[in-house]
């Protein structure tokens, strides 16, 4: 039975934890509490573990032999210190302590930092300015080293999650020009890990993750807007100044793969999934 380690299983480790506990796999899944964020229970087969990325000596002392590692964390914060606490030094730390196992990084397509419009893949310079960008790109660089694979996740929307629904919502989204939002459903992200562990490609490397439709911010905003009856959402200022790309994302290197996203644009994941009320 193949080990599966799912460092940070929050809400799309989570669901890649269940495809693989469909298929026979053992998962063992980490997080900070020690508990799974995701709106739903854990299957009663999913071993769950509190451990802090960060500290060398935590992960060191709950490792356990085993077959690949996803590092899936996300940041509650979002400081600079503790994206170099859960990415960099959690990225080292599991490269350490699992060195015979393969490695899977979530980053993000937030490395990009074109800022007109162009279509971007994975050859495309991943020279973003923000700090955070820069930290996610030496732990990508970490993992590239260790002939691991780098996905880079757009926006996660799904059940429950959305900032854009949000933003429609509260009536209020943050100013700024209008810029092309690359994003992707939480279980197409899911499925892309499973693909990429379960198939593995014959040359490791980066594989973006985003649905195939890359659409203007203003464009999705309007669509949520009119399917909820409510007025556009108002500027509101910035807390912090931010650096925004502005990028088309293509998805064509994970689809040579054969994964094929059920969502393929945000008018499939919002309809089918993010707006329906369940039963």
């Known amino acids: 039975m193949p080990r599966l380690l799912i460092a940070g299983c929050g809400y799309v480790g989570s669901a890649a934890a269940r495809l693989f506990l469909h298929d026979g796999w053992q998962v063992t899944a980490w997080s900070r509490s020690g508990k799974i964020h995701d709106g739903n229970e854990p299957p009663g087969?999913?071993?769950?573990?509190?451990?802090?990325?960060?500290?060398?000596?935590?992960?060191?002392?709950?490792?356990?032999?085993?077959?690949?590692?996803?590092?899936?964390?996300?940041?509650?914060?979002?400081?600079?210190?503790?994206?170099r606490r859960v990415y960099r030094d959690g990225v080292r730390n599991l490269l350490a302590a699992f060195p015979a196992a393969r490695v899977i990084f979530t980053s993000s397509t937030s490395v990009y930092g074109q800022r007109d419009g162009s279509w971007v893949?994975?050859?495309?310079?991943?020279?973003?300015?923000?700090?955070?960008?820069?930290?996610?790109?030496?732990?990508?660089?970490l993992i590239l080293r260790h002939a691991g694979i780098v996905l880079r996740l757009g926006g996660i929307h799904g059940p429950g999650?959305?900032?854009?629904?949000?933003?429609?919502?509260?009536?209020?989204?943050?100013?700024?020009?209008?810029?092309?939002?690359?994003?992707?459903?939480?279980?197409?992200?899911?499925?892309a890990i499973h693909l990429v562990i379960t198939k593995p490609p014959s040359r490791n490397g980066i594989f973006n993750v985003v649905d195939d439709t890359p659409a203007l911010r203003s464009e999705i905003v309007a669509f949520l807007a009119k399917q909820l009856r409510r007025p556009?959402?108002?500027?509101?200022?910035?807390?912090?100044?931010?650096?925004?790309s502005n990028k088309r994302v293509s998805n064509a290197k994970l689809r040579a793969l054969g994964w094929v996203p059920r969502y393929p644009s945000y008018t499939e994941g919002f309809c089918q999934s993010v707006l329906v009320t369940p039963a």
């Not at 992960?59 to 356990?64: I, L």
């Not at 085993?66 to 996300?74: G, K």
């Not at 810029?179 to 899911?190: E, K, M, P, S, T």
């Not at 556009?232 to 925004?244: E, G, H, K, V």
């Open 45 to 83: 087969s999913l071993s769950v573990r509190a451990v802090n990325l960060g500290d060398p000596d935590d992960v060191q002392r709950n490792s356990f032999p085993c077959d690949v590692v996803v590092h899936c964390a996300s940041t509650s914060g979002g400081s600079a210190d503790e994206y």
């Open 232 to 244: 556009l959402p108002q500027p509101a200022p910035r807390s912090s100044p931010r650096d925004d």
């Open 121 to 141: 893949d994975e050859n495309s310079p991943a020279e973003a300015a923000s700090e955070k960008a820069k930290i996610l790109r030496e732990a990508e660089e």
């Open 161 to 191: 999650r959305s900032f854009l629904l949000q933003a429609v919502l509260s009536g209020r989204i943050s100013a700024g020009r209008d810029r092309y939002v690359n994003g992707i459903h939480r279980d197409d992200a899911a499925a």
